[in-house]
């Protein structure tokens, strides 16, 4: 059976340089044929270094908990996906891995996360703001690993958030909005205390309050557009006062655009579409993109959060890093 050193053996190298060529964090500084050689030699014998020993040598357990309140949810949702695949893969670059914790919405939610801060069954946790309860956040200030809020601006010790800059592509968008269209403008999206709908309160030039209609959709993903249809459909006459429909998904926007279309009006002429997302610009999306948006930038937001967690487990002060949202012009709303 092959171990580190035997490898070193056969390729007449250090067991240091074998451990180099074999981690992830420290790979790129072996020389590329040097690491063929000893990748052969690990291939041919079904060798890879074990984690359990590294992880009885460190104590650490090279895993970085995402605590998930649905995972049907999170991943079922396309943009959850790149999400994952962004902090995934960030991980596997430093030897660490993603761990899923599942807490169930029920009365025991907040017992089971706060188990899983005192567990150590990870080195470090990511958690969404929709799970921060009392229980949680007292867990939290007590945690001794580094745990990373999703959503909101969180400062403390040991408590960073990944903090999202909307601001500007909101302004950007009030400034593109020509001032005969501003008053025949509505934001449309589930309740009037989401958050990008506060922040394009914040970025209305002084004297546009800018109308709020509330438009029903499921939270799963799959149903999003055919709900923002039927609640368009129901709401036909209050739509019908406006011009510009900007939207807080994507997805909501189409459904819209889906119950004008049925009445011969057409998406870009006769009336305007603003998104956030930018599904049509995903990987995955077939088709010429049509929707005017906001880049959710959801694959980097996980690449940043990998970053910052990173950061806090080698003891570095984690970079304030703002992922600065931009807005993409298309023919929905060629401003």
């Known amino acids: 059976m092959l171990s580190i050193k035997e490898v070193a053996r056969l390729t007449g190298l250090s067991t240091a340089t074998v451990s180099r060529a074999l981690d992830p964090r420290y790979a790129a500084k072996v020389k590329p044929e040097t690491r063929a050689r000893i990748l052969e030699i690990c291939n041919t014998g079904n060798y890879r270094p074990g984690l359990a020993g590294r992880s009885f040598a460190t104590g650490k357990s090279y895993k970085v908990g995402f605590i998930s309140g649905g995972p049907a949810d999170d991943f079922g949702n396309l943009f959850q996906g790149y999400f994952f695949q962004g902090v995934g893969f960030e991980l596997q670059k430093a030897g660490y891995s993603l761990l899923l914790l599942c807490a169930p919405d029920n009365e025991e939610k907040s017992d089971l996360i706060v188990n899983f801060l005192r567990s150590g069954v990870a080195d470090a946790y990511i958690i969404g703001s929709c799970l921060m309860t009392e229980a949680v956040e007292q867990a939290v200030a007590e945690c001794q690993v580094p745990v990373l809020r999703l959503s909101r601006r969180y400062l403390k010790e040991n408590c960073r958030t990944l903090h999202l800059d909307l601001n500007s592509a909101y302004g950007d968008i009030w400034r593109r909005i020509p001032e005969e269209l501003r008053a025949q403008t509505v934001y449309c999206c589930r309740n009037r205390q989401e958050n990008k709908y506060q922040i394009a309160l914040e970025e209305a030039p002084e004297g546009y309050p800018l109308p709020f209609l509330e438009l029903y959709t499921s939270c799963n993903l799959a149903e999003v557009r055919r709900h923002a249809y039927l609640a368009a459909c129901e709401k036909r006459k209050s739509l019908e006062a406006y011009k510009v429909f900007w939207c807080s998904s994507d997805l909501m926007a189409l459904g819209i655009k889906d119950a004008f279309e049925e009445k011969g009006k057409i998406a870009g002429k006769d009336f305007y579409l603003i998104g956030y997302d930018n599904i049509e610009g995903l990987p995955s ?45 298309r023919e929905s709303f060629p401003f």
Do not use: C, H, N
């Open 285 to 329: 999306a077939v088709g010429t993109p049509f929707l005017s948006t906001v880049d959710g930038a959801w694959e980097m937001q996980g690449v940043v959060a990998a970053r910052t967690v990173l950061e806090t487990l080698e003891r570095q002060t984690p970079v304030e890093r703002k992922i600065r949202l931009k807005y993409i012009r």
